[in-house]
């Protein structure tokens, strides 16, 4: 099992910008796979950003269009944690973000293929 926990969320004004911090323990290997998806109230939950182990030492970045541009992933596996720096933040950014992992690469788009999650942190852009 892995367990996830998100934290940096808050409030912030349209054009700012926020960390998201993701902090991994259990069984979590370097290789596993990180998402990053957000849901916003009377939405499905949508992906935002992916980070995908490919060798050693080496990761594969991939966004969602709404994103790309604005938003950054990165990982510290020594403190087996996963950053999402969102800058430029916009109100249509307003949800709550969920952090989660993948034992595999496939899909990395589609929530249903993640097997572990964060509880969510809140995000509120205000215009």
């Known amino acids: 099992q892995v367990q996830l926990a998100e934290s940096g969320g808050g409030l912030v004004q349209a054009g700012g910008s926020l960390r998201l911090s993701c902090v991994a323990s259990g069984r979590f290997v370097s290789t596993y796979t990180m998402g990053w998806f957000r849901q916003a109230p009377g939405k499905e939950r949508e992906f935002v950003a992916a980070?995908?182990?490919?060798?050693?030492?080496?990761?594969?970045?991939e966004f969602a269009d709404s994103v790309r541009g604005r938003f950054t992933i990165s990982r510290d596996n020594g403190k087996s944690t996963v950053y999402l720096q969102m800058n430029s933040l916009k109100p249509e950014d307003t949800a709550v973000y969920y952090c989660?992992?993948?034992?595999?690469?496939?899909?990395?788009?589609?929530?249903?293929?993640?097997?572990?999650w964060g509880q969510g942190t809140q995000v509120t852009v205000s215009s």
């Open positions: 980070h995908s182990w490919r060798s050693v030492g080496l990761y594969y970045a």
């Open positions: 989660a992992a993948d034992s595999t690469r496939a899909k990395v788009r589609d929530c249903r293929e993640y097997d572990f």
